[in-house]
């Protein structure tokens, strides 16, 4: 089985699918450089030339994005800064970026996804309160 991970460098979401990509033959972590998020319709592009996974497993702000058409997407949450508890830390672009484009672009990832999962039950609570999505655990 081939799973394929599109992940920006630099995270700790990054390093832990690089984790995994060790310990689970045939993941493959396909990462790309931050700054492509600046304009994530291209993000696309980056994997047209990559083997065809059976599974596609990336975060949820850009899960969409690396759609395929017949291969399941499964999306992680590995933190939530949509959550009301992330404002008082945030500037006010932050504000506005999570709750518009980061907003949409988390829950069309929800819709998509044929699973969802979490690092951790506080996170998946968090899912669960902010964006009212519900785990099966």
Do not use: C
């Not at 998020?37 to 596609?56: E, G, H």
């Not at 008082?88 to 829950?107: C, G």
């Amino acid at each position: 089985m081939r799973i394929a991970s599109p992940m920006g460098r630099g995270s700790g979401a990054h390093v832990l699918h690089q984790t995994l990509a060790g310990a689970i033959p045939g993941y493959l972590v396909f990462d790309y450089n931050p700054y492509w998020t600046l304009f994530p319709p291209a993000l696309p592009l980056l994997f047209r030339s990559q083997p065809v996974p059976d599974i596609i497993h990336t975060t949820p702000d850009s899960g969409f994005f690396f759609e395929k058409k017949n291969i399941p997407l499964v999306i992680t949450f590995h933190n939530l800064v949509l959550d009301n508890f992330m404002q008082q830390y945030s500037s006010l672009a932050q504000k506005m970026h999570y709750r518009t484009v980061l907003r949409y672009f988390t829950n069309k990832s929800l819709s998509r996804a044929a699973a969802v999962t979490s690092v951790s039950h506080f996170t998946a609570e968090l899912v669960r309160k902010e964006l009212k999505h519900v785990f099966i655990i």
